[in-house]
């Protein structure tokens, strides 16, 4: 009995160990497929809509695209129309990090007896030829993301297209016992990404809106622009609002603020997540992802060490859609006991928010 726990205690480390070691080095091909699939998920009814109305599915998965090439335009867009203000601090910032990189170098000078001259030299033998691979990489980096772009769209319209294909595909290899539970993961997991995304997106307009008017008060230059970029920001768990953060304290600082604006910079950052945390992900998410949140912290490290910010953005929902598989499959059942927080008492006033809402 004891040996037979055993073999099996190690088929499963041999397994999970096979299947982290798949997701580092096929990164490259699952971050887009997986960007695409809970895109397709989002786009799912805008899709069935669209077909309920006469067009074919082949249109409606074009049309689908299209809008959302637009909205991604209309974001940049209202980047682009803030950044042209926004250039003139960017340089104010620089002048600011040189002061600064010549105050250190005073110091070290006076410290340690070396020169700045002589600093300068050290710094350029040890970059000697950093340049040009410096915009190799550069060059790298934004072919790779306009290249996953492109891929993300063929997937999500791929996804949309065949649909219907893969679900029968599914349905085909699960035994005729299992094909109505198989079903219905499908259906649930596809609303999980559905509405954690939805309710993701809807929380960042509303972010826009509450720093918009907490920077605004304070005074903060381009209020609207830091706005945008900190809710964008969102997108990256516990990493992306204080990443938004600071750097609206650092441009605050470059454009002059004093530190009563820097103070309340970080009193809007500071009350806004209470607002977020409190009221917004109960309302708006709410408990479509409902995971542990040790498992949710551990999910994105452990995202971020395979592949990255992608990881970080993609570990949530992904690990909400696991969650729905383990809990319809009965081996796995305790696992998904583990990582979910099991049921909540929620506040009434926040439940008869939602009602109205959905109402």
């Known amino acids: 009995m004891q040996q037979s726990l055993l073999s099996k205690a190690v088929r499963v480390l041999v397994l999970l160990t096979l299947a982290v070691v798949a997701l580092y080095y096929a990164r490259s091909f699952l971050i887009p497929l997986t960007f695409a699939g809970l895109i397709a998920m989002l786009l799912l009814p805008v899709s069935k809509w669209l077909q309920g109305k006469g067009v074919s599915q082949g249109i409606a998965g074009v049309l689908c695209i299209v809008l959302l090439i637009g909205v991604f335009a209309a974001l940049i867009s209202l980047l682009a129309w803030q950044l042209t203000d926004f250039i003139g601090n960017i340089q104010q910032l620089e002048q600011m990090m040189n002061k600064a990189v010549s105050q250190i170098q005073q110091m070290i000078s006076e410290t340690f007896t070396i020169s700045p001259k002589q600093q300068k030299e050290i710094v350029e ?5 950093g340049s040009g691979g410096l915009a190799k990489t550069v060059f790298g980096t934004v072919t790779g993301v306009f290249v996953d772009l492109i891929l993300i769209l063929v997937y999500t319209f791929l996804f949309l297209y065949f649909r219907n294909h893969i679900k029968a595909f599914i349905l085909k290899i699960v035994p005729t016992g299992q094909k109505a539970n198989t079903q219905k993961v499908m259906t649930e997991a596809g609303k999980v990404g559905q509405q954690y995304i ?3 997106g809807s929380m960042i307009v509303l972010l826009w809106v509450m720093y918009g008017i907490g920077f605004s008060i304070v005074g903060v230059k381009n209020a609207i622009f830091f706005a945008i970029l900190c809710g964008i920001l969102e997108i990256i768990p516990f990493v992306g609002n204080i ?3 600071a750097i609206t304290v650092l441009m605050t600082i470059a454009q002059g603020g004093d530190t009563g ?5 970080i009193a809007t950052y500071a009350l806004v997540q209470f607002i977020q945390t409190y009221i917004l992900e109960p309302l708006v998410v709410g408990s479509e992802v409902n995971i542990n949140p040790l498992f949710t912290i551990m999910a994105i490290v ?26 319809h499959v009965e ?3 305790p696992y ?3 990582i979910g927080e099991g049921k909540k008492k929620r506040s009434g006033l926040i439940d008869k928010l939602k009602l109205k809402l959905k109402g």
């Not at 592949?307 to 383990?326: D, S, T």
């Open 261 to 265: 604006m820097v103070v309340g910079v």
């Open 243 to 245: 990443t938004g953060t």
């Open 331 to 333: 081996p796995l059942k």
């Open 198 to 200: 939805t309710g993701l």
């Open 125 to 129: 033998q040890q970059s000697q030829g």
């Open 302 to 327: 452990l995202g971020e060490l395979l592949w990255g910010i992608p990881g970080m953005i993609l570990a949530i929902p992904l690990l909400g859609i696991l969650k729905i598989v383990f809990d």
């Open 336 to 338: 998904g006991f583990l």
